[in-house]
């Protein structure tokens, strides 16, 4: 029995020579690393900086809006918040939208806001997104993935109707 367990940490040592292992500060990695007498690599934290949101004028209503992918057969989801100038709750959604493209996903976050915001008869928007691709295809028309270019022209007409 001691020569089945002496190989078995002698397999996870030589294991841990051919891969880059980072352990976490999690008591039971410490643990199972100081079992196989496996140094733990811990990363430094940075704290979170923040900064300052700025609220819209009167009369304008601020959606910040994101989208996200997750896995190796990509889903996507969208979510977005709308807020008055006083900060009050105006509206927000969440969405699964299936299979896509990183960017993709931040394109359908900012249309599906605008497409709620005319829904909810909003004539003012100041939209934030993380995405700086999306906001130069919005301003150029250039960079809009082909699969999104009929909707993100309905999203553009509808702001050249209300700012016009």
């Given amino acids: 029995m001691g020569t089945v367990i002496n190989k078995i940490i002698s397999e996870v040592r030589l294991s841990f020579d051919l891969v880059l292992a980072h352990g976490s500060t999690a008591m039971h990695d410490l643990r199972v690393s100081q079992l196989f007498g496996i140094p733990v690599k811990i990363k430094s ?4 900086q923040y900064s300052r949101r700025l609220p819209p004028d009167v009369g304008w209503v601020k959606v910040n809006c994101d989208g996200s992918y997750f ?3 990509p889903n996507g989801s969208i979510g977005f918040v709308l ?3 006083q900060a009050n709750f105006v509206g927000a959604m969440v969405q699964n939208i299936g299979y896509t493209t990183p960017i993709e ?4 976050a900012c249309m599906m806001a605008m497409e709620k915001a005319k829904e909810l008869q909003l004539t003012h928007l100041w939209i934030e997104t993380d995405s700086l691709i999306v906001v130069k295809a ?3 028309s250039n960079g809009v993935p082909w699969r999104l270019q ?3 022209r309905n999203c553009l007409m509808y702001v050249l109707q209300t700012y016009n």
Avoid: L, M, V
């Fill in 45 to 48: 934290i940075q704290p979170p």
């Fill in 71 to 73: 896995g190796t057969n």
């Fill in 83 to 85: 807020r008055d100038s």
């Fill in 105 to 108: 996903a931040e394109f359908c």
């Fill in 138 to 140: 919005f301003c150029t």
């Fill in 150 to 152: 009929a909707r993100q």
